[in-house]
């Protein structure tokens, strides 16, 4: 008979996430989760498997975070919130575990972790299409191309949290956030 979890898996996934985040993939060691997140190796292992599966999850679990735009009514407002809060302006984190993970892994970003990063940019890519149709259908915004813009803001909020671990001020960082953001802003009527 097996003992029953000591554990809460949604915590230890996000403590996992705290320490990916922070020391990237490759730095941190099965000891160092194991003290961090309170749990033995056995423990770890028979719950999460690996220490690459584990990551995997952490990044699913990542994936299902709820972004301000993904309401089914976000629109001009949520875009601008999008832009002026979050992982870049988290003085801890100062990116998001995707700009991280991209980075770290480099050219070498393959299978499952290649899989869940695609995931995520389709992900705000979506977000973004949907508020840009409801900022146009509200009058927000005149027309444009919402398929080529969703792409631009995707790319722009990636680059702001790549400029956040840069050690670019908040000040500076909504700065180039409002520029983004006036690309937009310039067709607005």
Known sequence: MTRPKQFDEQEV???AGDIFWRQGYSNTSLTQLE??????????????GDKQKLFLRVL???LMT???IASE???WPELQAMFHGGPPYDEKYRACLFVNTIQEFGMDLEGEVKKRIKQHLQRLD???SR???????????????ISLMAKYLTASLQSLSIMSKGGCSH??????ADTALSVIEEIVI
């Not at 003290?35 to 999460?48: A, E, V």
């Not at 000040?171 to 180039?176: G, Q, T, V």
């Open 73 to 75: 009514s976000a629109s």
């Open 35 to 48: 003290k961090h997140l309170g749990i033995g190796r056995k423990s770890l292992y028979d719950t999460f």
């Open 66 to 68: 709820p972004y301000p």
């Open 126 to 128: 979506r977000c973004f």
């Open 60 to 62: 699913d679990n990542y």
């Open 171 to 176: 000040e500076e960082l909504h700065a180039i």
């Open 13 to 15: 996934l996000s403590l």
């Open 131 to 145: 508020a840009l149709e409801n900022a146009r259908k509200n009058n927000q915004i005149a027309e444009v191309d």
